[in-house]
């Protein structure tokens, strides 16, 4: 029987961590080609995990005015469309009102005139015919059709839904007879509109996800969507990935007879007052004379290169700690641009594994610290001067996918500067809200790889 051969294009860091730093192209005997324009660090990373029969680099892309102008009004179109389907005007936030450029202003605002013309799904629906005619016009598209003909893949796999070049790829794959699969690349990218690409196949983390697919995206096709759960959550049950603990905390400058809490950043669109949050705790734990008790561990996240932490970091330089996610980035920064280390993995889980609490701004590390049955708490309160006068904590949790927990329960609120001392220094073990809310939003992700493994037929 001759062996399967997968191209596998991986839009982002995360997705490079989660599929190929974890089992489900390892031990394989399919051939995997990797279709990518990353650099030589990345790559040398990749090899120490992924046995690679190839590499293939991916041809500049250009997109077109009418390229983004579909996909923009088909983004825009879908939020409005999903908005009224849910009952829920937080939708609307996932689009930027505010444009910067005057160029940007007038393709926007014509986007924003034109979208409620768009109002009924058959309408979205022309609107994405559209798009795929106009992908296929693209040189880009011809140039890719030319190296998929060359190569010959069975299937392409791509790690996330939303990436712009993936959307060409995946059509000339399918004009081609050429299997296509792809990921939902986070628990709340549904509602947001973003699916660029059309897949054969979409794997997704849970029932409760395919159940999303389906009412958000009713054109595709119940047989098409395969619960196979997420392998970045296997991490956490291999003990290997857990770090000696006098080197993690001689490393990290940690102190062995104070407890961590653990703050864990958003990217500065999500949470722009993540340092003034990291201020309060600060100042509570001094405050009520808990800094001999306690020690803060920041992990920023991967992709935040603002240095907007720096400050307090250093005024607190004795309760506050780092300990930097080991990620590859070039001179552009760009998220897209940013890659894991293979050690970041064992930072990651090894950061869960010895912090007894976790605290943000709704973030999914709640699930990375569930876990190992570590509690997590919400902060919810506004500051009074923001860094972003426009944002409130307030809209983060009226987002649709907050709306998946079964019980409010499952974390702890932090309402108020003054809660700090007692809501983040109590010893909880994790409740059964919490463990519901992962069963529900993670399905079995311990045998991810192998269903995965099962479902490629590697």
Same mark, same amino acid.
């Given at each position: 029987?001759?062996?399967?051969?997968?191209?596998?294009?991986?839009?982002?860091?995360?997705?490079?961590?989660?599929?190929?730093?974890?089992?489900?192209?390892?031990?394989?005997?399919?051939?995997?080609? @990797?279709?990518?324009?990353?650099?030589?660090?990345?790559?040398?990373?990749?090899?120490?995990?992924?046995?690679?029969?190839?590499?293939?680099?991916?041809?500049?892309?250009?997109?077109?005015?009418?390229?983004?102008?579909?996909?923009?009004?088909?983004?825009?179109? +879908?939020?409005?469309?999903?908005?009224?389907?849910?009952?829920?005007?937080?939708?609307?936030?996932?689009?930027?009102?505010?444009?910067?450029?005057?160029?940007?202003?007038?393709?926007?605002?014509?986007?924003?005139?034109?979208?409620?013309?768009?109002?009924?799904?058959?309408?979205?629906?022309?609107?994405?015919?559209?798009?795929?005619?106009?992908?296929? +016009?693209?040189?880009?598209?011809?140039?890719? +059709?030319?190296?998929?003909?060359?190569?010959?893949?069975?299937?392409?796999?791509?790690?996330?839904?939303?990436?712009?070049?993936?959307?060409?790829?995946?059509? #000339?794959?399918?004009?081609?007879?050429?299997?296509?699969?792809?990921?939902?690349?986070?628990?709340? *990218?549904?509602?947001?509109?973003?699916?660029?690409? +059309?897949?054969?196949?979409? @794997?997704?983390?849970?029932? =409760?996800?395919?159940?999303?697919?389906?009412?958000? =995206?009713?054109?595709?096709?119940?047989?098409?969507?395969?619960?196979?759960?997420?392998?970045?959550?296997?991490?956490?049950?291999?003990?290997?990935?857990?770090?000696?603990?006098?080197?993690? =905390?001689?490393?990290?400058?940690?102190?062995?007879?104070?407890?961590?809490?653990?703050?864990?950043?958003?990217?500065?669109?999500?949470?722009?007052?993540?340092?003034?949050?990291?201020?309060?705790?600060?100042?509570?734990?001094?405050?009520?004379?808990?800094?001999?008790?306690?020690?803060?561990? @920041?992990?920023?996240?991967?992709?935040?290169?603002?240095?907007?932490?720096?400050?307090v970091v250093n005024e607190y330089k004795d309760l506050i700690k780092e300990a930097t996610p080991l990620w590859y980035f070039n001179t552009s920064k760009e998220w897209n641009a940013v890659y894991p280390s293979v050690d970041d993995v064992k930072l990651l889980v090894s950061t869960a594994f010895y912090c007894d609490v976790v605290v943000n701004v709704g973030s999914t590390m709640a699930f990375d610290f569930a876990m190992f049955s570590k509690p997590c708490v919400f902060i919810n309160y506004d500051q009074q001067k923001k860094i972003e006068d426009e944002w409130s904590v307030k809209t983060i949790y009226q987002f649709q996918h907050f709306?998946? %927990?079964? *019980?409010?329960?499952?974390?702890?609120?932090?309402?108020?500067?003054?809660?700090?001392?007692?809501?983040?220094?109590?010893?909880?073990?994790?409740?059964?809200?919490? %463990?519901?809310?992962?069963?529900?939003?993670?399905?079995?992700?311990?045998? #991810?790889?192998?269903? %995965?493994?099962?479902?490629?037929?590697?």
């Amino acid at each position: 029987m001759e062996k399967n051969k997968i191209l596998l294009l991986f839009p982002d860091g995360v997705g490079i961590r989660n599929y190929l730093f974890s089992n489900v192209f390892r031990n394989t005997n399919s051939k995997l080609v @990797l279709f990518h324009n990353f650099d030589f660090e990345t790559i040398s990373a990749i090899k120490q995990c992924t046995t690679l029969e190839d590499e293939i680099t991916i041809p500049n892309y250009k997109e077109s005015f009418t390229e983004k102008f579909l996909r923009e009004l088909i983004c825009l179109s +879908r939020l409005y469309h999903n908005h009224n389907k849910v009952n829920n005007i937080t939708l609307l936030s996932n689009w930027n009102w505010n444009q910067k450029s005057f160029p940007k202003n007038v393709f926007y605002n014509l986007i924003e005139k034109t979208a409620p013309f768009f109002s009924s799904y058959k309408s979205i629906l022309k609107l994405e015919k559209n798009y795929q005619k106009a992908i296929r +016009r693209n040189s880009f598209y011809k140039e890719v +059709r030319d190296i998929l003909e060359k190569s010959q893949p069975n299937i392409v796999f791509c790690s996330h839904q939303r990436a712009l070049k993936a959307a060409s790829i995946f059509a #000339a794959a399918t004009d081609l007879g050429i299997s296509t699969s792809t990921v939902l690349f986070s628990w709340d *990218n549904l509602p947001k509109a973003r699916l660029a690409l +059309r897949a054969d196949n979409y @794997l997704v983390w849970s029932e =409760y996800m395919k159940k999303e697919l389906l009412l958000y =995206y009713p054109e595709i096709s119940t047989d098409s969507i395969h619960v196979t759960g997420t392998p970045q959550f296997e991490f956490y049950e291999d003990e290997k990935n857990i770090i000696d603990k006098e080197i993690f =905390y001689t490393r990290y400058n940690l102190d062995p007879v104070r407890k961590i809490i653990c703050f864990s950043g958003d990217d500065t669109k999500t949470s722009p007052d993540d340092p003034l949050y990291l201020r309060d705790i600060a100042e509570e734990l001094i405050t009520n004379n808990l800094q001999n008790e306690y020690q803060i561990l @920041l992990r920023r996240c991967p992709v935040d290169f603002s240095g907007r932490f720096d400050a307090v970091v250093n005024e607190y330089k004795d309760l506050i700690k780092e300990a930097t996610p080991l990620w590859y980035f070039n001179t552009s920064k760009e998220w897209n641009a940013v890659y894991p280390s293979v050690d970041d993995v064992k930072l990651l889980v090894s950061t869960a594994f010895y912090c007894d609490v976790v605290v943000n701004v709704g973030s999914t590390m709640a699930f990375d610290f569930a876990m190992f049955s570590k509690p997590c708490v919400f902060i919810n309160y506004d500051q009074q001067k923001k860094i972003e006068d426009e944002w409130s904590v307030k809209t983060i949790y009226q987002f649709q996918h907050f709306k998946s %927990m079964p *019980n409010k329960d499952a974390v702890i609120w932090l309402n108020k500067k003054e809660e700090i001392a007692d809501k983040i220094t109590i010893k909880p073990n994790i409740n059964s809200e919490m %463990m519901a809310w992962k069963d529900v939003i993670l399905g079995d992700y311990k045998n #991810a790889s192998s269903k %995965m493994q099962q479902f490629f037929k590697i």
